[in-house]
């Protein structure tokens, strides 16, 4: 057996001096080269731990082998047997939490690249076009509440098993956060409109601008015929600090930047009609992805400088490690230990800069994390002019509080059993209106055991497909 | 997209369109409103769910051109479609079941009073419309809203109709004179809104009021759409759009909805530098 490469190969990445000031994708992808070098670091385990740590359990092992006979085709048809959006996943996992973190050359060196090899094998057949004949499903209806990972792939599976299925999206658009959240600098928005359209030539009909709850309400899906119903609405509703100056002009919610930037395509204002606003200088409060996202793309849309105010130590921040490299590159500023007190206005209501408090680890608590507390006197002003809140979001009450006897916990998440069934007969839930905002992944991995879920109830009433 | 099924000029800047929607008309309520895209890649922006017909599917709008948007709408004709209507968003206005009503409408506001009138008139409850221009010319749905109401009453700037002055005046004299007024309902620009309440707290008249701050989504996805309520914030989309007169805080409200302006001119500049194109 050759020698193993204990490093991964790296993936090309646009220059950061360059990639800060425009919205193409910062990661280039693997050349066929680089790919075939990557996939021949998989020692083919007999027993690939790899797998256990995908939410989805794509067949990571043979999709690697195909590559390594050269096969992509093979890999692609492999990996849709598990997962619909690939070229999304490949992505947007964080790999280093999940399939690679098991992978066995993680213990002595670095893990294949599996990611960044699935991205690979989607793109590859993204771009000789993937020519699906389109299917035209006659089974029992069922209805999907939001096209964000959760309900796409619901949808997907059920088409999959024969069902007639129409998916009711809020906004304009589907791909949820997909669409609206992750800049296209991550994430470009034709790939997810590519894999959306896999998912329509499985049958699915796709119906934008039904807000379920306000019309048609769900009691109104099970009585027009949909045999059941399932709720991917994710975790939208952004959350506030209720700390003064928050309604001044410059304060946005990160969903409403990121929003207008992405859905709306403010950054190409004004050729397209809505505009977005971002000061020279710029704070996000946060550190998760979401703020990762927020302050990257403030540097595209015009800051001079960006930054994070975060309140707790690096070692507490959720974004994946790779975001968090890429803005360091990008020059964007943390302030960690800053806690934000209150948005200082110009006289004009509009913002003048943040008040902030410096804070110090204290005695780790009984969890053994160090909680951080305010360094007495230590108040300082940010000279900012824009402040985007990223403090995380919660499940949407439009559609629980249109259902009488869905249960919903006491934070708004839907509950659910371990399969997807709600308190209430026919309807299901998954996704982050169950789990509260979680990743791409864990939402696709709940929209499939809905499916199955639903599949498997019906058939007990014989109402499944065939039955 | 969405069937304009009938258009019709109220003024040379304000028109009314029945629109082909039937998920709307289907579970639409006096004081819900509707957010359309009119192209692509188009804006959002909200109004109001003027009137509606279930068993026909459509939904009445009146559009005053204030920008680029109102004006993309506006040039719109029958039998040309809207790319995206959503709606019904919002919770319905809680309508009084019995007593005296003063409705006060302003520009487009006039337009949302009239399902507000005949839900209130097949209660029973006698309504008085209070309506406002700058002159006759911009006077609009009188005739409409006077069959739905007890009695009607005009304001224009320039006396060219009515009473000269503002609806405010009208409402003042009314409250002056001794009328009984249980409820006032207010529709229109923020400014005009602000002064009705102001009109009516003395009396301690209950008095609501449909806020139009900026929006995006308009499912409680963005948060642009906030106001502050007695002190707390809530979000106009869906937790209104209509609140009590007496605690929004219309100050902020007001600056709120300005943040946009020289944006919102470089718009039309660019445009109309280009010919307004469709
Ligand atoms: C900025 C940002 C960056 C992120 N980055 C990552 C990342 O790098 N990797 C990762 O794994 N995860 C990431 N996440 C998290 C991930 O995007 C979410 O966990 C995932 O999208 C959840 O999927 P979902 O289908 O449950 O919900 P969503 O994606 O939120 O989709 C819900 C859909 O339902 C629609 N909807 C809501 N209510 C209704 C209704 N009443 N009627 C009809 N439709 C409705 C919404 O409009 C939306 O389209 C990020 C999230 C954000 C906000
Ligand atoms: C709940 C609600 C109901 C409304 N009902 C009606 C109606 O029935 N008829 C009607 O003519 N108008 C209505 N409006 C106002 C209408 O939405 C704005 O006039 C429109 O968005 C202006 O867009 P524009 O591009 O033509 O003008 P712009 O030049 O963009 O803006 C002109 C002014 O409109 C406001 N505005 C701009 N963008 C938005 C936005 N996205 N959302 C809300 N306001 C904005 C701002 O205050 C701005 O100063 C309503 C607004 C709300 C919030
Ligand atoms: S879907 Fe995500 S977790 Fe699963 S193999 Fe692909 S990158 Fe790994
Ligand atoms: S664990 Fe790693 S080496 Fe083993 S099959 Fe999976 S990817 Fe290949
Ligand atoms: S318009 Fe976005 S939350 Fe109201």
Redesign the pocket.
Known sequence: MPKIRPERLTMPVQDPKERRRNFREVALGFTPELAREEAERCIQCKNPFCEDGCPVHVPIREFIDLLQRDDPQGALAAILRTNALPAVCGR???QEDQCEKLCVLAKRYQPVAIGRLERYVADLARDAGRAVAPRRPRGPRVAV???????LTAAGTLAGFGYRVTL????HT?????MY??PEFRLPKDIVRAEVEGIQALGVEIRTD????QSPTVDELLEEGYEAVFL?????LPRFLHIPGENLDGVYS?NEF?TRVNLMGAWRFPEWDTPVRVGRRVAVIGAG??AM?AVRTALRVGAEEAMIVYRRSPAEMTA?HEEYEHAVEEGVQFRFLTNPQRILDDGEGRVRGLEVLTMELGEPDRSGRCRPVPVAGSEHVLAVDTVILALGTSP?P??SRSLEGLEVAEWGGIRTDEHGATSRLRVYAG???VTG?????L?MGAGKRAAQAIHRDLAQRGEAVGG | MFKILHKRLLTGVTKLFVVEAPLVARRAQPGQFLIVRVREPGERIPLTIADYDRSAGTVTIVVQEVGKTTRLLGALEEGEAILDVVGPLGRPAELPETGRVVLVGGGFGVAPLLPKARALKERGVHVTSVIGARNADLVILEEELGARSDRMLVATDDGSRGRKGLVTDVLRDLLDAGEVVDEVIAIGPMIMMQAVAEATRPAGIRTLVSVNPIMVDG?GMCGACRVTVGGQTRFACVDGPIFDGHAVDFAEAIRRGRMYRAEEQEALRVWEAAGCPR
Do not use: K, M, S
């Open positions: 947007v996992c964080p509440v939001g096209g964000g990972p959760a309900g009711f999206e809020a906004l589907v791909g949820g956060v997909l959240g992750i039904a807000v379920v709850g991917g609405t994710g975790a939208g990160a990121l992805n979401t996202d994946r949407n439009v559609v996704g982050d209106a905002a979680a990743t791409v992944i939402a | 499912t």
